[in-house]
């Protein structure tokens, strides 16, 4: 049986509609989960967002989905893919509205863009590229520089360089993918990138 | 390095895509959906779909509409026409927009900007101001599908919704919408100026030289064009080109 079977996980605030068609369209077989007791033996979580660091995490945690989720994740080892502000809630901690604890299954912490004089707008909106690591198992078969589509304020200050996947020279360079071990996340939206976008998934997928 | 976006626009009222004239006399332009399947294929960089009657007509946005629309749509979609309340705006996420566009509510109930940034966050707020220049004086901006005049100064409005936490402004122009005779480029500009979040310059597009225009003299951070791609030759991959050799950064 392929190992297809998705849970994109439901706190509230996202646009899952987009992230479950985009799974269908690379032959996976998504279901939403709303609650930790409904996460079923899934053979990949796919952890989307928008929205506030700290709301995230409240909704997270009253729906029981953090524990749901780290048994699958470090208990079982499945692959998880943390998608925009889902990336950033892997970190230890968010700043986003006060110092919030995020998942703490990277080691890393969430800040806000910094301006330079060439990237002076905030929100990052629109494509840019994505330079992968070689290693990089999200990425293979996509060429180094190709653009996806980013729309946020927040990023991901890793505290391990072997867990960036690869960056991203806005704002000075920002980390657009991490993996570590069976956790991966994107700052950009996969699901919006049309072709490289597939293939980020197909990946995943595929580990 | 971040991309220039050619957005395209599509105008629907009653399940057909239209285009008109100053927000007026409209004509019909097809299906949005075949609209959308054809920019999906062309790989456009990204979406503004619009109800243009939602407003007038005190009807809250389609989102069943959207939802099937946005199914197709694996491009950045922003929506707008309508937009009224949180649950407006929560709703059209949910279905699959990535950001949802609020129009006469920016003036009418501005509250709702930093409600809908405070819960779904700054980037998936999108605010068009809608302008008109009467006899060539500065533009002043219009609310109710450009029909009332407001009194307030674009620049000073645009500045009070970055505060207010809006991630993106669009300048539409409605005196130029639909007569290709090139974006408002002063108002663009001035805008550009007073804010950090990016500028969508919007309305009077006949030419990728207008584009241009509206980046380098506008300063503009994306363009947004419909009559030119409806009614004329040009695409938005030639649109492209021009941009490329012209130095601007676009995504190929």
Redesign the interface.
């Known amino acids: 049986m392929p190992l297809n079977r998705v849970a994109i996980i439901d706190y509230g605030m996202c646009n899952l509609d987009s992230v479950r068609r985009a799974v269908e369209e690379v032959g996976g077989a998504p279901y939403i989960v709303g609650d930790g007791a409904d996460l079923a033996e899934p053979d990949r979580i796919l952890l989307p967002g928008v929205g506030s660091f700290a709301d995230a995490m409240d909704q997270i945690g009253r729906r029981g989905l953090d524990e749901a989720m780290s048994k699958e994740v470090l208990e079982s080892g499945v692959p998880l893919l943390g998608i925009c502000l889902g990336m950033q809630l892997l970190a230890q901690q968010g700043t986003e509205g006060g110092d919030v604890a995020g998942l703490g299954w990277v080691d890393a912490t969430v800040v806000r863009l910094t301006p330079t004089e060439r990237d002076r707008r905030i929100p990052h909106v629109g494509w840019n590229e994505v330079d992968p690591h070689p290693t990089a198992t999200l990425f293979r078969g996509i060429e180094p520089g190709t653009d996806f589509y980013f729309v946020h304020s927040y990023h991901v200050v890793a505290a391990d360089p072997a867990d960036v996947a690869a960056t991203t020279p806005y704002c000075g360079g920002l980390t657009s993918a991490v993996e570590h071990g069976t956790v991966f996340g994107v700052q950009f939206h996969p699901e919006k990138s049309q072709r490289a976008g597939f293939q980020v998934l197909r990946n995943f997928l595929a580990v | ?5 050619i957005i395209p626009t599509l105008l629907y009222k009653d399940f057909g895509l239209v285009k008109g004239v100053g927000f007026d006399s409209r004509r019909a332009v097809g299906s949005p959906m075949q609209a959308i399947k054809v920019y ?1 294929m062309r ?1 456009v ?2 979406l503004v779909l619009f109800d243009v009657t939602a407003t007038a007509q005190g009807r809250h946005p389609d989102h069943e509409l959207i ?1 099937e629309l ?2 197709e ?5 922003t929506v707008g026409g309508g937009v009224s309340t949180i649950d407006d705006v929560y709703r059209l ?7 949802v566009c609020l129009g006469t509510a920016i003036i009418e109930h501005p509250d709702l900007v930093d409600e809908a940034a ?7 707020v999108v605010v068009s101001i809608d302008t008109r220049s009467a006899g060539g004086g500065p533009a002043e901006v219009f609310t109710r599908s450009g029909s009332l005049a407001t009194g307030r100064d674009p620049v000073s409005l645009a500045r009070e919704l970055e505060e207010r936490g809006a ?2 402004i669009i300048i539409q122009a409605v005196d130029r919408d639909g007569t290709m005779a090139g974006y408002d480029l002063e108002t663009i500009r001035a805008v550009s100026r007073a804010v ?3 500028v969508v310059a919007s309305g009077g597009a006949g030419s990728y030289d207008d584009m241009l225009q509206a980046l380098t003299v506008g300063e503009a ?2 363009v947004a064009a419909a009559s030119v791609f409806h009614f004329t030759e040009q695409t938005p991959r030639e649109a492209k080109e021009y941009l490329g050799t012209h130095g601007i950064p676009v ?1 190929r």
């Not at chain 2, 405070?118 to 998936?124: S, T």
């Open positions: 390095m971040l991309k220039t976006r999906e790989g960089d990204e939802d946005a199914d749509c694996f491009m950045p979609l996420l949910q279905v699959g927009a990535d950001k405070g819960r779904f966050g700054a980037q998936c991630g993106e950090s979040v990016p951070s994306a995504r």
